[in-house]
């Protein structure tokens, strides 16, 4: 292209072309210049634009190893855009800037589709410890239990209701994916012990109350 008669006497695409060029010399230094397509069919609708645009594309792993990656569209576009800034400056001045938009419904839709597929299950939270009670108004001691576990670091929550059901607490944490729950009641405050219980075993051991932290770090140490 820049050997082309006509474009080599366009300064415009002179420009543009020195910029791509610059572009795939920093792409071969990082070493990702093989997940990069030049594409001049390539467009944006907005007219802010002053040098290269781009567009991320997700591809599909083939089934097979001599099969192309199928395309599922663009997730990500944008491109450099120095002279916007300047329009909001009443001193006019040129910022350099570079940005893009992601598409989150997009990505969104592709990985409920892949979870669909795979059976694969996504915890859309990151707790790792619950805090369960079988008994009616236990609610201040499950507050007691949590700030404990929350001064330890551990990533911890519970059913803000007075009493909720027992059922209906462990269903929340199998539903969400939680690793693991701590059930106190009446039996287990009297023994001095806290039931520590597996979430996708559903095993329960009972642990003494100042040995819990310390149980609790290293099981999620091991998963």
């Given at each position: 292209m820049f050997q082309d008669p006509?474009?080599?006497?366009?300064?415009?695409?002179?420009?543009?072309?020195?910029?791509?060029?610059?572009?795939?010399?920093?792409?071969?230094?990082?070493?990702?210049?093989?997940?990069?397509?030049?594409?001049?069919?390539?467009a944006r609708g907005l007219d802010y634009y002053t040098g290269v645009i781009y567009e991320a594309v997700l591809l599909?792993?083939?089934?097979?190893?001599?099969?192309?990656?199928?395309?599922?569209?663009?997730?990500?576009?944008g491109g450099r855009y120095d002279g916007l800034v300047g329009m909001f400056d009443p001193n006019g001045h040129n910022v350099p800037?570079?940005?893009?938009?992601?598409?989150?419904?997009r990505i969104f839709s592709i990985m409920e589709h892949r979870m669909k597929t795979s059976s694969e299950k996504i915890r859309t939270t990151e707790t790792q410890v619950f805090v369960a009670t079988p008994q009616k108004n236990f609610l201040q001691e499950r507050l007691k239990l949590i700030a404990?576990?929350?001064?330890?670091?551990?990533?911890?929550?519970?059913?803000?209701?007075?009493?909720?059901?027992?059922?209906?607490?462990l269903h929340y944490c199998e539903n969400m994916g939680i690793p693991l729950a701590v059930i106190i009641g009446e039996?287990?405050?009297?023994?001095?012990v806290i039931k520590l219980r597996s979430v996708p075993s559903r095993e329960e051991v009972a642990i003494k109350r100042e040995n819990l932290v310390a149980e609790i770090q290293k099981r999620l140490s091991e998963s």
């Open positions: 006509r474009i080599s006497q366009n300064k415009q695409a002179l420009e543009g072309l020195g910029d791509l060029k610059l572009l795939f010399e920093y792409l071969t230094l990082f070493g990702i210049a093989g997940k990069i397509s030049f594409d001049l069919s390539l599909q792993t083939p089934a097979q190893p001599e099969e192309e990656p199928l395309n599922l569209g663009s997730v990500a576009a800037c570079v940005g893009l938009s992601i598409g989150v419904e404990e576990l929350w001064d330890a670091g551990i990533k911890a929550e519970l059913l803000y209701k007075n009493n909720p059901k027992l059922l209906t607490q039996q287990e405050l009297k023994e001095g």
